[in-house]
T-cell receptor, first 112, second 112 residues
Framework: EDQVTQSPEALRLQEGESSSLNCSYT??????LFWYRQDPGKGPEFLFT???AGEEKEKERLKATLTKKESFLHITAPKPEDSATYLC?????????????FGGGTRVLVKP | DAGVIQSPRHEVTEMGQEVTLRCKPI?????LFWYRQTMMRGLELLIY????????DSGMPEDRFSAKMPNASFSTLKIQPSEPRDSAVYFC??????????FGPGTRLTVT
């Protein structure tokens, strides 16, 4: 069974203090790894998809990277508006369709 | 595009009552997903449809839950009878397989 573990569960940062979130996964074959951002009271919002080890994607202050066992979401010089819960999810090659298995998320709070 | 539309946004009901949640996916998407999110269990996939056909309902907790997709632009998730442990936020998501899923704003269900 797919396993997706995110760490830490919560992260408190000062504005401008860069950090990284971890998503480790165990699947028999990875089709894709997805990162989402979720604000309180809203649905998850798609950020990135990574398909192969060594791949990187960037969007504003966020950069996602992928290895064979884990993915990192780097937040560079965060601002208070980056406060949210960040979710990662994996899509397994043998899974029907594009079914995703989500991790528990990392709650990020950026203080001014 | 208006995105994924869910209704109602909030539902408060008494134990034993029937609850129906509704979802309109993004036009042109051929996959639709129902998720449940709680603090304890995170985001769990309940069921997903591809081209209006249920593909995987292994996440449906029990026979009290049922889902239908009569056409490409509408789906329902029904709970009958509802129980307090069903209280959660229910999300609908859609995608154009095999790409990323887009989530609706969710329905917050409270069963008293």
């Amino acid at each position: 069974e797919d396993q997706v573990t995110q760490s830490p569960e919560a992260l408190r940062l000062q504005e401008g203090e860069s950090s990284s979130l971890n998503c480790s996964y165990t699947v028999s074959g990875l089709r894709g790894l997805f990162w989402y951002r979720q604000d309180p009271g809203k649905g998850p919002e798609f950020l990135f998809t990574l398909y192969s080890a060594g791949e990187e994607k960037e969007k504003e202050r966020l950069k996602a990277t992928l290895t064979k066992k884990e993915s990192f979401l780097h937040i560079t010089a965060p601002k208070p508006e980056d406060s949210a819960t960040y979710l990662c999810a994996v899509q397994e090659i043998k899974a029907a369709g594009n079914k995703l298995t989500f991790g528990g998320g990392t709650r990020v709070l950026v203080k001014p | 595009d208006a995105g994924v539309i869910q209704s109602p946004r909030h539902e408060v009901t008494e134990m034993g009552q029937e609850v129906t949640l509704r979802c309109k996916p993004i036009s042109g998407h051929n996959s639709l997903f129902w998720y449940r999110q709680t603090m304890m269990r995170g985001l769990e996939l309940l069921i997903y449809f591809n081209n209006n056909v249920p593909i995987d309902d292994s996440g449906m907790p029990e026979d009290r839950f049922s889902a239908k997709m009569p056409n490409a632009s509408f789906s329902t998730l029904k709970i009958q009878p509802s129980e307090p442990r069903d209280s959660a936020v229910y999300f609908c998501a859609s995608s154009s397989e095999p790409y990323e899923q887009y989530f609706g704003p969710g329905t917050r269900l409270t069963v008293t």
